[in-house]
């Protein structure tokens, strides 16, 4: 049960940061704060729970190289979170370039900021 209250508040402070930088990337290439907002909105919820699966497959995992570990997870964790808010931004803008181009943008911003959010939570036990 511990387990589970520490994925869930994992996710949790990940998707705070993680719909923060949505948010602003998504008002900075519309140009719209409602656009930013809905994206941003259903981001949160989608990623909240993909999230939290996310952890369950990787608390299972059998890499315990934590180097490695942080990398592969960043990785895998970026090609579902990107892909999402690709289609998000594509739906909620009605523009494929438009989704493609946040969804492009956040792969370099939340890799930065999703490999440094593991590292803290690393050090957390």
Known sequence: MKIHKRHIIKSLSWRLIGTL?????SYVITGSFSFGFSISGFDFFSKLLLYYFHERIWFKSKIRNANQRHLFKTFSWR???????????WIVAGNPFTGLRIGLLETLTKIILYYLHEKIWYKIN
């Open 21 to 25: 930088d949505t948010f602003i990337l």
């Open 79 to 89: 090609v579902v979170g990107s892909l999402t808010t690709l289609i998000v931004a």
